[in-house]
């Protein structure tokens, strides 16, 4: 606490002369007495009594001395210091991925995150706060607020969509809305590194609130289902991320209960393939994964049935290595000579480099054919966290030569050596592809047992891709025909959640992950939500500050309030008083 008029305080003389003239101050009853011989004695001992002693107890004597004090603190004018956030304008930017509904202790990274936003605002001082979430697509979801109700029902009103973060965005559009660099922004997430903020933004005072305890976590890392030789076979990864050894159950649910259960012990940071040997014909399956881990959202997964498999056309020098690998997962593959196509916009192509442009199929399987032209591969192989990759590890298959640089830098490379790509996956002129840039006879992968589950995994991605309506991520957005233009889309178990105007907006997917149906007209489709590859792996970092040092001399962590308000409560009680005290001389009068 300080005064901004502390001289004020000389006025304490003035009350201690008011206090001495009530030492003096005597007052008389006057009363007939028969005698004052017994007050001799009385007399000669107040006489004696020290000074003190002579003060009257009078109720109108502290009364007054009370409103005295009130008022000079008054005129002294009284604030406080208090602990401030630092910043004359906040930026809140929030993680609402899954991976933020991982537990630590009783709450969840989210729901601690919110406690320290509101912690927060309980130490702003009017500043105006802006509040962004980090999802696929970042959004402003409170602008330039100063209200401290509105703030706070923004805050509580946030919620976890399930949607892979894209931090990178969201830090440049608060970096662009930040014009003051007096400003701050607060990140909210688990695992942002320092070199992931500092690339973006160096010139302003930002803290990151990252999680800072690892999880333990057990993740259904892949799940599908499909027909194979006239049954339904199905394989599951689990992937243990965490340091010791964990018992998981896995179970497949279909529409009328249990249908496959395995108990298993996974190592500490491994990966198990479980094999689903034969499953009943049904539209849609759930995986589940039972564990004690701290992560609960990748232990979940849904596939659906693919009634109608997608047959393959070989076009051109295509490796018998490739064909035997897809006919011994039940695909059924078709030859064709230099005078066919495929059909228009049926089955999947597989084709060399240079003849893309002949063929029409939904989706492309890319060889390079000729060993002309291509140069030796040194180095180690590396490969990115992908779903084609689930279960398969390239760094020990030998691959003698490949393309010096691939042709299509719309893919995205996700098994290379250096900078030169090996294997690369995408859209290709709105086809879903997957590109191999080395004869498939210049390596030993066809002796590994990774190479049909890698056939089998791009397969299915591109079948996937190939039927839009069957697979979202979390709020995703396309582009659909449907045979009528209403769509409504209703949970599992029948309850209609929202409807949707094809012809004046694209359909968006529910946000939580789940099996789904959408009715149009006569036609009912199901389809699934699934959680990015990305959010089955929980990381954690430590919390820091970047430019702590900006902000100094400006908005210190201790600033002055209430200079204007604790004036008026502390006169308000002097006068209060005031009237007590003539009420009290009133009636004693």
Not at 367 to 387: A, C, R
């Amino acid at each position: 606490m300080g005064f901004l008029n502390p001289y004020m305080f000389a006025l304490i003389t003035l009350i201690g002369l008011f206090v001495l003239f009530y030492f003096f101050r005597k007052q008389y009853e006057k009363k007939v007495i028969p005698s004052n011989m017994i007050w001799i004695q009385v007399m000669k001992e107040r006489e004696a009594s020290r000074f003190f002693q002579k003060w009257q107890n009078h109720l109108l004597f502290w009364l007054q001395l009370l409103s005295l004090l009130f008022l000079m603190f008054a005129l002294m004018r009284p604030y406080l210091t208090v602990e401030r956030e630092k910043g004359e304008e906040f930026i809140f930017i929030v993680d609402t991925s899954a991976t933020m509904l991982a537990n630590h202790g009783s709450k969840t990274v989210f729901d601690r995150h919110k406690e320290e936003m509101l912690s927060i605002l309980d130490q702003l001082h009017e500043q105006e706060v802006t509040i962004i979430t980090a999802g696929s697509n970042p959004e402003i979801q409170l602008w330039k607020e100063s209200d401290r109700k509105k703030i706070k029902d923004a805050i509580e009103g946030l919620s976890v969509t399930y949607e892979h973060e894209n931090i990178a965005q969201a830090l440049r559009l608060a970096r662009a809305m930040l014009a003051n660099e007096k400003g701050a922004i607060h990140l909210f997430s688990d695992g942002v590194k320092w070199e992931e903020v500092t690339k973006i933004i160096n010139d302003r005072y930002v803290v990151v609130h990252n999680s800072q305890e690892d999880v333990i976590n057990v993740s259904l890392r892949s799940f599908v289902v499909g027909s194979m030789f006239d049954k339904v076979k199905g394989i599951a990864v689990l992937k243990n991320d965490s340091d010791v050894k964990r018992e998981a159950t896995f179970s497949v649910k279909g529409e009328k209960g249990i249908l496959f259960q395995k108990t298993v012990v996974l190592s500490p940071d491994s990966e198990m393939l479980i094999p689903i040997d034969s499953l009943p014909k049904q539209s849609f399956y759930y995986g589940i994964v039972d564990v004690e881990d701290e992560y609960v959202p990748d232990n979940f997964s849904t596939a659906l049935f693919h009634q109608n498999t997608q047959p393959v056309y070989v076009h051109g020098n295509i490796s018998p290595f490739f064909v035997r690998g897809l006919e011994s997962i039940g695909v059924d593959v078709y030859h064709l000579d230099d005078q066919q196509t495929a059909p228009h916009e049926k089955g999947i192509v597989a084709t060399d480099l240079s003849s893309i442009e002949d063929d029409y199929g939904i989706g492309y399987f890319l060889f390079e054919s000729t060993t002309e032209n291509l140069e030796p591969v040194l180095g180690s192989i590396k490969q990115v966290d992908d779903p084609l990759l689930n279960y398969v590890d390239m760094r020990n298959v030998h691959i003698s030569k490949s393309r010096s640089s691939s042709p299509f830098n719309e893919l995205e490379s996700i098994v290379s050596v250096g900078d030169r790509p090996l294997i690369q996956k995408g859209m290709l002129d709105g086809i879903p592809t997957v590109a191999f840039l080395f004869p498939i006879e210049q390596t030993d992968w066809p002796m590994h047992p990774n190479f049909p589950i890698f056939l089998y995994n791009s397969y299915e991605w591109l079948v996937q891709q190939s039927k839009p309506m069957e697979y979202f991520q979390p709020g995703e957005k396309k582009w659909l025909n449907f045979e009528s233009e209403l769509v409504e889309v209703f949970s599992i178990d029948g309850k209609n959640l929202y409807t949707v105007q094809t012809n004046r907006e694209a359909f968006q997917a529910p946000f939580e992950p789940g099996i789904y149906q959408a009715i149009s007209g006569h036609q009912i489709y199901y389809f699934s939500v699934l959680i990015d590859e990305q959010e089955k792996k929980v990381s954690s970092e430590k919390s820091f500050t970047l430019n702590d040092s900006l902000l100094d001399g400006t908005t210190g962590e201790k600033q002055q309030v209430g200079t204007n308000s604790l004036w008026f409560p502390l006169a308000l009680f002097a006068l209060l008083i005031l009237f007590v005290e003539w009420e009290v001389f009133r009636r004693n009068a």
